[in-house]
């Protein structure tokens, strides 16, 4: 009789008959690492300077990174990209960043290839590389490499980490968050449950307690299976936060002020071979030490805080290595996204949001550092950063800083150990000055892992130069774009375009590193030829079309209108994502309705949206209702009757008014109860922490609220938060490309 048709059995390796007794049974073969295959560690900081490390000429005691340094390599001349999304794309995938969608931060989205803002489905993570090789991988903190449209709960989810290749995931996927009080934090593929955060919370060491469960979670379940953990830092982004006790630590230790201390910087990095003899500093950007130096010397008590936390993190993982046993066996990286940045301004500020404001037509009046006592810089109270002057020091010797082509945004520290696989010979010193991209390090540490890279890639292994340190570097050129800056490095040459119109400059930079000595008028047949090789790359890796206007990045696609729709919220949903929250309130006039059914006693939060750098909270306290809008630091309290008992609909209309201002009107049936008018606009990203509904999530609003009552749930009689989107006001410079001027921009 013949068999009939059959299907499912396809690549079974065993034997099916009709009957188990004649069939042979087969198991796919597990996916395993070699025998002795070494963990993986990446710790990247984000906008950590060149010499913020002891290793690199720092101060800041960072004795857990200087040990690492002094047991395995440092290198003097690795590059990352002058921002963090396209160097966290980079590393990710061993592509340049355009070709990786990442040609600048994931909070634009142009329309251009290189402006993808997601890694392509085809193009393999690290993770998935080493998942695919036998790993387990896991990742704590930031990921910015999801487009800022889709980090909500609704959104399709295909370029969050979980489905990019990680086991494990705990962090905040946006650019940066507040230390104490983070916006928004994710587990896996969700939302954190909307607990609050104890007093002591500081979001450095939670990372670090979720690695650790992390390693030993796999260790309970599997002995030897190896892991790849991605430890990206939310630290020392902006907000500079740090803890009390680190604080006080350098109390009084930058009173001298950022010059003196640039000066010991440099001075240390000759004495330890970093740079050869010779080796001029840039020259520095300083402001004047002189008004306001306890409150400037306080932002970088505080930050150097803040990178001490970093490293006392490193020293819990390397301490529970060793504990466990698998230390030696670690290969461990500890880098930078890109230089320190100046974003602090001049004189840095104590609000952070309204310092990030960057709109044309702000009034003049305009504060971009808001006043607040000195004692609470660097807490949870005061979302602050540090003046320019201290980003210069970070930098050293190098110009410039975070978002440009120049040593100082793309000339980071690095260092790599692996007492096992990679140990230092006799005499030598740990030191490589061969250059190094960040592209390099996905093919470099699937190498050393013994894995198989991607075909594709861009950079290339440096694993042979740590062995023969006399070796020279494979990568010999590189292409360097951002927001229009230009550059390009071949072999010990470097141009460099500043901005769009602006000549190319020529440095030596094996000579010159810190780029002091412009040769571009002494050498125009070599600038021409290495503008000629940097075209060619732009065609090459996608970096075309170049922003030569505003529009080019204030355009967002059509499939974001629906996100600018009334809303309704009820209370237990999760904290509205940042980005979400936006679309309802940003530069226009908008609407907030609440239904209640009031009882006597009944109080809480009824809506909150912001937190200690900007927002505002409505609640009900003592029978009264009440606002208090924060304005980038400054709270705006009022306060109104409402009905003790029965049906409540509450009314909350902010309308929109000229200089980038709100004129605030709370009613309760349709009458006036309070008002709050000419309050400055929350713009840029703020409010930071989104909306949340019958409660104050993240960071307090209203901090005497906060001390008073904590999160001040709405315990019983709140139905519904509607928020419901106005006409966006004249100044919003956000253009949505709708499909007829596509069409009409495409015949012009």
């Given at each position: 009789?013949?068999?009939?048709?059959?299907?499912?059995?396809?690549?079974?390796?065993?034997?099916?008959?009709?009957?188990?007794?004649?069939?042979?049974?087969?198991?796919?073969?597990?996916?395993?690492?070699?025998?002795?295959?070494?963990?993986?560690?990446?710790v990247l900081v984000d906008d950590l300077g060149?010499?913020?490390?002891?290793?690199?000429?720092?101060?800041?005691?960072?004795?857990?990174?200087?040990?690492?340094?002094?047991?395995?390599?440092?290198?003097?001349?690795?590059?990352?990209?002058?921002?963090?999304?396209?160097?966290?794309?980079?590393?990710?995938?061993?592509?340049?960043?355009?070709?990786?969608?990442?040609?600048?931060?994931?909070?634009?989205?142009?329309?251009?290839?290189?402006?993808?803002?997601?890694?392509?489905?085809?193009?393999?993570?690290?993770?998935?590389?080493?998942?695919?090789?036998?790993?387990?991988?896991?990742?704590?903190?930031?990921?910015?490499?999801?487009?800022?449209?889709?980090?909500?709960?609704?959104?399709?989810?295909?370029?969050?980490?979980?489905?990019?290749?990680?086991?494990?995931?705990?962090?905040?996927?946006?650019?940066?968050?507040?230390?104490?009080?983070?916006?928004?934090?994710?587990?896996?593929?969700?939302?954190?449950?909307?607990?609050?955060?104890?007093?002591?919370?500081?979001?450095?060491?939670?990372?670090?307690?979720?690695?650790?469960?992390?390693?030993?979670?796999?260790?309970?379940?599997?002995?030897?299976?190896?892991?790849?953990?991605?430890?990206?830092?939310?630290?020392?982004?902006?907000?500079?936060?740090?803890?009390?006790?680190?604080?006080?630590?350098?109390?009084?230790?930058?009173?001298?002020?950022?010059?003196?201390?640039?000066?010991?910087?440099?001075?240390?990095?000759?004495?330890?071979?970093?740079?050869?003899?010779?080796?001029?500093?840039?020259?520095?950007d300083l402001p004047p030490w002189e008004e306001?130096?306890?409150?400037?010397?306080?932002?970088?008590?505080?930050?150097?805080?803040?990178?001490?936390?970093?490293?006392q993190s490193l020293g819990r993982l390397v301490?529970?290595?060793?504990?466990?046993?698998?230390?030696?066996?670690?290969?461990?990286?500890?880098?930078?996204?890109?230089?320190?940045?100046?974003?602090?301004?001049?004189?840095?500020?104590?609000?952070?949001?309204?310092?990030?404001?960057?709109?044309?037509?702000?009034?003049?009046?305009?504060?971009?550092?808001?006043?607040?006592?000195?004692?609470?810089?660097?807490?949870?109270?005061?979302?602050?950063?540090?003046?320019?002057?201290?980003?210069?020091?970070?930098?050293?010797?190098?110009?410039?800083?975070?978002?440009?082509?120049?040593?100082?945004?793309?000339?980071?520290?690095?260092?790599?150990?692996?007492?096992?696989?990679?140990?230092?010979?006799?005499?030598?010193?740990?030191?490589?000055?061969?250059?190094?991209?960040?592209?390099?390090?996905?093919?470099?540490?699937?190498?050393?892992?013994?894995?198989?890279?991607?075909?594709?890639?861009?950079?290339?292994?440096?694993?042979?130069?740590?062995?023969?340190?006399?070796?020279?570097?494979?990568?010999?050129?590189?292409?360097?774009?951002?927001?229009?800056?230009?550059?390009?490095?071949?072999?010990?040459?470097?141009?460099?375009?500043?901005?769009?119109?602006?000549?190319?400059?020529?440095?030596?930079?094996?000579?010159?590193?810190?780029?002091?000595?412009?040769?571009?008028?002494?050498?125009?047949?070599?600038?021409?030829?290495?503008?000629?090789?940097?075209?060619?790359?732009?065609?090459?890796?996608?970096?075309?079309?170049?922003?030569?206007?505003?529009?080019?990045?204030?355009?967002?696609?059509?499939?974001?209108?629906?996100?600018?729709?009334?809303?309704?919220?009820?209370?237990?949903?999760?904290?509205?994502?940042?980005?979400?929250?936006?679309?309802?309130?940003?530069?226009?006039?908008?609407?907030?309705?609440?239904?209640?059914?009031?009882?006597?006693?009944?109080?809480?939060?009824?809506?909150?949206?912001?937190?200690?750098?900007?927002?505002?909270?409505?609640?009900?306290?003592?029978?009264?209702?009440?606002?208090?809008?924060?304005?980038?630091?400054?709270?705006?309290?009022?306060?109104?009757?409402?009905?003790?008992?029965?049906?409540?609909?509450?009314?909350?209309?902010?309308?929109?008014?000229?200089?980038?201002?709100?004129?605030?009107?709370?009613?309760?049936?349709?009458?006036?109860?309070?008002?709050?008018?000419?309050?400055?606009?929350?713009?840029?990203?703020?409010?930071?922490?989104?909306?949340?509904?019958?409660?104050?999530?993240?960071?307090?609003?209203?901090?005497?609220?906060?001390?008073?009552?904590?999160?001040?749930?709405?315990?019983?009689?709140?139905?519904?938060?509607?928020?419901?989107?106005?006409?966006?006001?004249?100044?919003?410079?956000?253009?949505?490309?709708?499909?007829?001027?596509?069409?009409?921009?495409?015949?012009?």
């Amino acid at each position: 009789m013949s068999t009939p048709p059959s299907r499912g059995y396809e690549g079974f390796g065993g034997t099916v008959r009709e009957l188990a007794s004649q069939s042979t049974p087969w198991w796919p073969p597990r996916r395993r690492a070699r025998r002795g295959a070494p963990n993986v560690v990446v710790v990247l900081v984000d906008d950590l300077g060149f010499s913020d490390l002891s290793p690199f000429g720092s101060e800041i005691d960072t004795p857990h990174v200087q040990a690492l340094a002094e047991s395995g390599y440092r290198f003097t001349n690795y590059h990352s990209t002058p921002l963090c999304s396209p160097s966290r794309a980079a590393l990710m995938t061993g592509l340049n960043p355009h070709r990786a969608g990442f040609a600048m931060v994931a909070h634009v989205d142009p329309g251009y290839p290189g402006y993808r803002m997601e890694i392509a489905p085809e193009v393999p993570t690290l993770a998935e590389s080493f998942r695919a090789g036998g790993y387990a991988t896991f990742m704590v903190g930031k990921w910015h490499l999801t487009i800022e449209s889709k980090l909500h709960d609704g959104a399709d989810k295909s370029s969050w980490p979980i489905q990019r290749g990680f086991d494990r995931y705990y962090g905040s996927m946006d650019g940066f968050t507040s230390l104490f009080h983070p916006h928004r934090l994710i587990s896996d593929n969700g939302p954190v449950p909307d607990e609050g955060f104890p007093d002591d919370f500081y979001l450095t060491d939670a990372l670090t307690d979720r690695a650790i469960g992390m390693i030993d979670g796999l260790r309970a379940n599997d002995a030897d299976k190896p892991f790849f953990l991605y430890f990206a830092h939310q630290a020392v982004h902006g907000p500079v936060q740090g803890k009390p006790a680190d604080v006080a630590k350098y109390r009084g230790r930058y009173d001298a002020g950022w010059a003196r201390t640039r000066e010991e910087r440099f001075a240390r990095q000759l004495r330890d071979g970093l740079f050869p003899e010779g080796t001029r500093p840039s020259d520095p950007d300083l402001p004047p030490w002189e008004e306001n130096t306890e409150l400037y010397a306080r932002h970088m008590e505080v930050y150097a805080a803040a990178v001490d936390a970093v490293d006392q993190s490193l020293g819990r993982l390397v301490e529970h290595l060793k504990r466990i046993g698998e230390y030696d066996n670690t290969v461990i990286v500890v880098t930078s996204d890109n230089g320190a940045t100046a974003e602090g301004g001049p004189e840095g500020t104590r609000s952070y949001f309204s310092r990030f404001v960057r709109l044309a037509g702000l009034p003049d009046d305009w504060c971009p550092d808001v006043p607040r006592d000195l004692d609470l810089v660097g807490g949870p109270q005061v979302h602050g950063h540090y003046p320019r002057g201290w980003a210069n020091v970070s930098n050293t010797p190098f110009r410039l800083y975070k978002g440009h082509a120049h040593a100082g945004g793309i000339h980071v520290p690095f260092v790599l150990s692996w007492p096992a696989g990679l140990p230092r010979g006799a005499g030598d010193p740990g030191v490589r000055d061969q250059y190094a991209y960040v592209t390099d390090v996905a093919p470099t540490l699937l190498a050393l892992a013994g894995l198989d890279r991607p075909q594709d890639v861009d950079g290339v292994p440096f694993d042979h130069f740590l062995r023969e340190r006399d070796r020279p570097s494979l990568h010999r050129s590189q292409y360097v774009e951002c927001g229009g800056q230009r550059g390009y490095f071949e072999d010990d040459y470097k141009i460099i375009a500043p901005s769009l119109g602006h000549d190319w400059e020529l440095y030596d930079i094996a000579r010159d590193p810190a780029e002091t000595a412009d040769l571009a008028a002494e050498q125009p047949e070599r600038v021409a030829d290495l503008a000629a090789k940097w075209r060619a790359a732009a065609w090459l890796n996608t970096v075309f079309p170049l922003a030569d206007t505003p529009d080019m990045l204030e355009t967002r696609p059509p499939t974001e209108l629906p996100l600018s729709e009334p809303v309704t919220i009820r209370p237990g949903t999760p904290v509205l994502e940042r980005f979400r929250s936006s679309r309802l309130t940003s530069m226009r006039s908008f609407t907030i309705e609440a239904w209640l059914e009031r009882r006597p006693g009944d109080e809480g939060v009824i809506v909150a949206h912001g937190d200690q750098g900007g927002g505002y909270v409505l609640y009900v306290e003592d029978g009264e209702l009440r606002l208090t809008y924060n304005a980038y630091g400054v709270p705006v309290r009022a306060g109104g009757p409402l009905p003790a008992e029965g049906p409540v609909t509450v009314t909350a209309r902010f309308t929109a008014l000229p200089e980038m201002r709100w004129d605030i009107e709370v009613l309760v049936e349709e009458k006036p109860v309070l008002a709050v008018e000419g309050v400055p606009q929350l713009l840029g990203m703020a409010p930071f922490t989104g909306i949340s509904v019958g409660f104050d999530y993240g960071g307090p609003v209203d901090w005497e609220l906060h001390e008073r009552r904590g999160v001040f749930r709405y315990r019983r009689g709140l139905d519904r938060v509607r928020y419901v989107p106005g006409e966006k006001a004249p100044y919003n410079p956000e253009i949505i490309a709708l499909a007829e001027d596509l069409a009409q921009r495409a015949i012009e």
